[in-house]
Structure formats: C-alpha cells, structure tokens
T-cell receptor, first 113, second 113 residues
Framework: KAGVTQTPRYLIKTRGQQVTLSCSPI?????VSWYQQTPGQGLQFLFE???????NKGNFPGRFSGRQFSNSRSEMNVSTLELGDSALYLC????????????FGPGTRLTVT | SQKIEQNSEALNIQEGKTATLTCNYT??????LQWYRQDPGRGPVFLLL???NEKEKRKERLKVTFDTTLKQSLFHITASQPADSATYLC????????????WGLGTSLAVNP
C-alpha cells in the first residue's frame, strides 16, 4: 500500500503570497490531519478533516484553511504569508476519525522570504 | 499553564544498552499517550499507544509506561542498536478532545556502535 504523499516537497515563497499544499492519504483512510512543525514549537495541530468536513481545529489564524475532497485527498492553504509561517507542514492520515494511530507523509518544507 | 516536556538534551548511549526517554505533562488529563519516531527530513512514525487505564505496553524491544499520578510516561528501547538513532516524540490528547494531539518537542537519541 502506498504511504501518505505530499506535494510539493519544498517551496519558497515571499511574504504576502499565498500557498496551497496537497496531501494524498493512504488508500482507504478517510481522516486527514495537518500539522505545522518548527524547531521552537514542535508539532502543532492545524486541523482535521473527515468525510469532507472539518472535525477539529487548532489555534491558528484564519489565514490557514483547508479542505478535503470526496476521494479523501486534502489541501491546505495559507494566505498572506508571513516569515513566521516558514516550517515543515505535515499531513497525517488515519482510517477513521477517532482512530488514534496516524500515518504521516514526508512533509512540505515551506520557506517564506 | 499546560505543558508537555521531554528531555531537551540529546541522549547518547552505547549499543546494547537500554535507552529510557521521559515525557512529563502538566495540567492535562489525557485519555491516551502515543510515542512516535522521527528521522531527519521525514514525518513521524507511530510506535506505541498507551491508554490512561494501562500501566505498561510492549512491542518487541519497546516498552512504554504511563503513570497518571506522576503525570509521566517512560519509553524504553532495550538492546538498542545504531538504527534506533532518531528523535522520539510523545503526544497526548486532552480529555474531551480525542483527535487534537498535543506534542512534546522530542528527544534526540544517538546509539553509538
């Protein structure tokens, strides 16, 4: 079974721009969660989608948004990028919402200049 | 305030010895706690989950304990190998929100041959 895939793997953007990241979960997994990882803050939960609905949201500003498609693929969008948005963005899938074991993708490294 | 803390200093041990990593938390009431392994440039990989009513969980060379009185989890790797070198992350959910994981910053483990 193919693992979680994320595209692109690396991205460089300038302040004020917006970015869209993509995540394809493991086949059959219906829940997708997004995390931001930085050296100082560690992994921080952004949001979780299940059956195209946002089930949970972390403490991030409204510039961070996401969606999930009927095939469970998910995208997250960050608008009006700030320097502090530079981070590794990780997507994790699990079989169902409430299934605790999560499978992570390799991440997208976003650098904002 | 709420905190989840792991040893910030890297742990260096000799091959064959037992590595013990600590995860302490404050002002959380987790229903479960998870341990993940993360290698550089890759997403975390799920290792073990332990529930609040379980004292100990084992999987091959791995053992996790969970003491809700001390608010602490210990993660042990017995007969450690250089391939065990990685960063180990603990994550917990807060009571009432099973899907929103809160993560420690991780402990870097180096197993020397």
């Amino acid at each position: 079974k193919a693992g979680v895939t994320q595209t692109p793997r690396y991205l460089i953007k300038t302040r004020g721009q917006q970015v869209t990241l993509s995540c394809s979960p493991i086949s059959g997994h219906r829940s997708v969660s997004w995390y931001q990882q930085t050296p100082g803050q560690g992994l921080q939960f952004l949001f979780e989608y299940f059956s195209e609905t946002q089930r949970n949201k972390g403490n991030f500003p409204g510039r961070f948004s996401g969606r999930q498609f009927s095939n469970s693929r998910s995208e997250m969008n960050v608008s009006t990028l700030e320097l502090g948005d530079s981070a590794l963005y990780l997507c994790a899938s699990s079989l169902n919402s409430g299934t605790y074991e999560q499978y992570f993708g390799p991440g997208t490294r976003l650098t904002v200049t | 305030s709420q905190k989840i803390e792991q040893n910030s200093e890297a742990l260096n041990i000799q091959e064959g010895k037992t590595a013990t990593l600590t995860c302490n938390y404050t002002n959380y009431s987790p229903a479960y706690l998870q341990w993940y392994r993360q290698d550089p440039g890759r997403g975390p990989v799920f290792l073990l989950l332990i529930r609040e009513n379980e004292k100990e969980k084992r999987k091959e060379r791995l053992k996790v304990t969970f003491d809700t009185t001390l608010k602490q989890s210990l993660f042990h790797i017995t007969a450690s190998q250089p391939a065990d070198s990685a960063t180990y992350l603990c994550a917990l959910n807060n009571a009432g929100n099973n899907r929103k994981l809160i993560w420690g910053l991780g402990t870097s483990l180096a197993v020397n041959p």
